[in-house]
């Protein structure tokens, strides 16, 4: 999920208009005709010698980064491959990408004057002048080639299991009747009738068994949801989300089995930095859309625990100055809940969930808690 946080960070700042050096020596025409043929880590190494040679103390406008080296050939094929640009190798987080700029001026004045001369295909809010100091560091090592690069894998934290869902009371047996006393018989002499014949005991009550719980034809929560993941922010390795939501909807088909369809969302935001140091906001989305069966047992009581097993899809998207980029994968959820029963049509819902998000290049944990109200509709 690195590399979808990463994908088209634009290093951006600043507004002006003036004209661009175009690069014309021999190294830079090199470098051009190998970003032309494709080979973008030679003409990186090629741009990295010239700038060295002939840019120090000269500034440039920084365009964008690509860790996608597809991204980078369309936005290249877009531009029509201008000879002002020149690529270099950088990294974002332990990511190896490419980062594209523009021209060799003499002063920042005039690299900001110039930002309006960018292709427009690559232009973009806030692109600034950088000094090429700043870019070619004296102690910079070259850079590791992107194709060789691996993100790290994701350290899976282990999360403890949901509580075992609580059994119902089991049903009291009834209590057997006991004898009826029979009258007396009567004496051959007739009794004195002022005396009335004795009556036969009254026999206690005997008490019911409880009663089913009632089976709802359709089981509607909706509720708030927090998040857990162990693969989205590019510092730590692992993003809370401590906003979300959740919507499920239940169709029983008998008193056990029932049919389940739910999306929900998640939702999060905080900073990153790009190469020069500089604070950008990160905004991350996580919506899941998946359906299944569910195995509630209802013991007869106002407590009913479930447990469930959905599939269905999982939309990441990743938000960054502005550019927003989506990943959608392949995801398994099991879980577990209980529903207390507060009224014969309204109930408390409260559940934990596993997902396994099966994305193209890595697979992601998710972990998550949700809580909401249960509107039980119809009878079974």
């Known amino acids: ?5 990463a994908t088209g960070l634009l290093i951006l700042a600043a507004t002006g208009s003036a004209e661009g050096q175009t690069l014309s020596s021999p190294a830079f025409a090199a470098g051009r005709q190998q970003l032309a043929a494709g080979d973008y880590l030679e003409a ?7 700038l060295r040679e002939e840019g120090l103390g000269r500034y440039t406008l920084r365009v964008a980064v690509f860790c996608d080296l597809s991204n980078l050939e369309r936005q290249l094929r877009e531009a029509g491959s201008a000879p002002e640009l020149v690529v270099l190798r950088r990294s ?14 003499a002063s920042r004045a005039e690299a900001q004057a110039a930002v309006d001369t960018i292709p427009a295909p690559l232009r973009g809010p806030g692109q600034s002048a950088v000094p090429v100091s700043d870019i ?21 934290q282990s999360v403890p299991p949901p509580p075992p869902a609580p059994v119902a009371p089991a049903r009291p047996a009834a209590e057997a009747l006991p004898p009826v006393a029979a009258p007396p018989a009567p004496d051959v002499e007739p009794p004195p009738p002022a005396v009335a014949p004795e009556a036969p005991p009254e026999a206690p009550p005997v008490p019911s068994p409880a009663e089913p719980a009632r089976v709802p034809t359709m089981e509607i929560e909706g509720g708030y949801s927090i998040l857990w993941d162990d693969g989205l922010n590019p510092d730590d390795g692992n993003a809370f989300f401590d906003l979300g939501w959740v919507l499920s909807g239940t169709a029983n088909l008998n008193r056990w089995l029932g049919v389940v369809g739910e999306v929900s969302g998640h939702y999060d935001w905080g900073e990153t930095v790009d190469v020069a140091g500089v604070p950008m906001d990160l905004d991350l989305g996580v919506l899941g859309v998946h359906a299944g069966l569910r195995y509630s047992h209802r013991g007869g009581g106002a407590l009913v625990p479930y447990a ?7 939309r990441t998207g990743a938000e960054v100055a502005g550019v927003r980029e989506f990943e959608n994968a392949f995801s398994i959820q099991p879980g577990a809940g209980v529903q207390f029963r507060l009224t014969p049509s309204l109930g408390l819902g409260l559940g934990a969930d596993y997902r396994l998000v099966l994305g193209e290049d890595e697979s992601r944990n998710e972990f998550r808690l949700h809580a909401g109200l249960v509107f039980l509709i119809g009878s079974r």
């Open 1 to 5: 999920m690195g590399r979808l946080l």
């Open 44 to 50: 990186a190494d090629t741009f990295h010698r010239a």
């Open 92 to 105: 974002v987080g332990d990511r190896p990408c490419m980062a594209l700029y523009w021209g060799l001026f």
């Open 136 to 156: 070619l560091p004296p102690v910079e090592a070259p850079p590791a080639p992107v194709a060789a690069a691996r993100p790290a894998p994701a350290r899976v």
């Open 308 to 314: 469930q097993a959905l599939a269905g899809w999982t």
